[in-house]
């Protein structure tokens, strides 16, 4: 899958009642609200793509992020792009 093609699908699986309840409790930026259960259904299609999952992370949406930190495989990172997921989930 392509980072567009993920997205679509993020984005299709959004909803509106999830994304208000990740706001009460304090999410910010860019995001669909896809419930966890959907993401782990994409994580599946992804899993194993580490460029996909570091292209994902660089979207900025949340959704997204999450996900590619689900799908990322660490040993695979360099100390900059672990320092760099570090510092932005602060």
């Not at 959907?38 to 793509?49: A, H, N, P, S, W």
């Not at 996900?67 to 495989?73: F, I, Q, S, T, V």
């Not at 672990?82 to 510092?87: D, L, M, P, Q």
């Amino acid at each position: 899958m392509t980072v567009d093609e993920v997205m679509a699908e993020l984005k299709s699986l959004g909803k509106e009642q999830t994304l208000a309840t990740y706001r009460r409790h304090g999410a910010d930026g860019e995001m669909f609200g896809v419930q966890i259960g959907e993401l782990k259904k994409v994580l599946k299609k992804i899993k194993g793509d580490q460029d996909l999952a570091l292209s994902l992370w660089e979207t900025g949406n949340g959704d997204a992020m999450y996900l590619a930190g689900l799908a990322a495989d660490g040993s695979l990172m360099t100390r900059k792009q672990c320092s760099a997921t570090i510092s932005l989930s602060v």
